[in-house]
Nanobody
């Protein structure tokens, strides 16, 4: 099973982007799924995660109130709506899935670049 992230790009500060992550070759039924990011010279960090039925959602403090994670299990996809973007949100964003526990990190997709200009 593979994860494919898309939707990154260049946006001005204050703008919005929506990232998508789709699984192929199978399903992550029952898995926790989430988003991480890695800025140049920094470690990868957890951004947001969501359980299978959406009953539990978690965000990093740095994105609370600006980012919204969602999932469409029928489409085997998760999304990250990013609003009021800041230059410090610039990073490569990765989607991930985990069978249990937080943060989800058993399976990883390739990254998608998000660049926020000031």
């Amino acid at each position: 099973v593979q994860l494919q992230a898309s939707g990154g790009g260049l946006v001005q500060a204050g703008g919005s982007l929506r990232l998508s992550c789709a699984s192929s070759g199978g399903t992550f039924s029952g898995y926790i799924m989430g988003w991480f990011r890695q800025a140049p010279g920094k470690e990868r960090e957890f951004v947001a995660g969501i359980t299978w039925h959406g009953a539990s959602i978690r965000y990093a403090d740095s994105v609370k109130g600006r980012f919204t994670i969602s999932r469409d299990n029928a489409k085997n996809s998760i999304y990250l709506q990013m609003n009021r973007l800041k230059p410090e949100d610039t990073a490569v964003y990765y989607c991930a899935a985990g069978g249990s526990g937080w943060p989800p990190s058993d399976y990883w997709g390739q990254g998608t670049q998000v660049t926020v200009s000031s």
